[in-house]
Nanobody
Framework: VRLVESGGDLVQPGGSLTLSCAAS????????MKWYRQAPGKERDLVAG????????NYADSVKGRFTISRDNAKNTVTLRMNSLKPEDTAVYYC?????????WGQGTEVTVSS
C-alpha cells in the first residue's frame, strides 16, 4: 500500500498550489479520502474529505471557499487545489485513505506560504 503526495512548495501569500496524492496497493474507489495538515508544533488537523465516488465533500471552516478536493478513481488520485493561500496554511499536508477500521497515510508534502 502506498500513498504518495506531491506538489508542496514555497508560495507567496495569495498564491495557489495543487497537491496530488497517488494511491496504489488497495482498491482506491472503495475508500474515503482525506487531506490533513500539521503545522509545526501543532496537532494534525483535517482539511478536506471526499467520499468514495466523489459525490460528497467536506472542508474545515478555515479553508472553505479557498480549497477544493477532488478525486479520479480511474487514475487512483486525489487532488487538493488550494487558492488564496495564507501564511497560516503553512504545514505538512498528508493524504489519508479510510474505510471502516482500515486507514492508510502518506508521508506528507510540505507547503510554505511566505513572502
Amino acid at each position: 500500500v502506498r500513498l504518495v503526495e506531491s506538489g508542496g512548495d514555497l508560495v507567496q501569500p495569495g498564491g495557489s498550489l495543487t497537491l496530488s496524492c497517488a494511491a496504489s496497493g488497495f482498491t482506491f474507489s472503495n475508500y474515503y479520502m482525506k487531506w490533513y495538515r500539521q503545522a509545526p508544533g501543532k496537532e494534525r488537523d483535517l482539511v478536506a474529505g471526499i467520499s468514495s465516488i466523489g459525490g460528497s465533500t467536506n472542508y474545515a471552516d478555515s479553508v472553505k471557499g479557498r480549497f477544493t478536493i477532488s478525486r479520479d478513481n480511474a487514475k487512483n488520485t486525489v487532488t487538493l487545489r488550494m487558492n488564496s493561500l495564507k501564511p497560516e496554511d503553512t504545514a505538512v499536508y498528508y493524504c489519508n485513505a479510510v474505510r471502516l477500521r482500515v486507514t492508510y497515510w502518506g508521508q506528507g508534502t510540505e507547503v510554505t506560504v511566505s513572502s
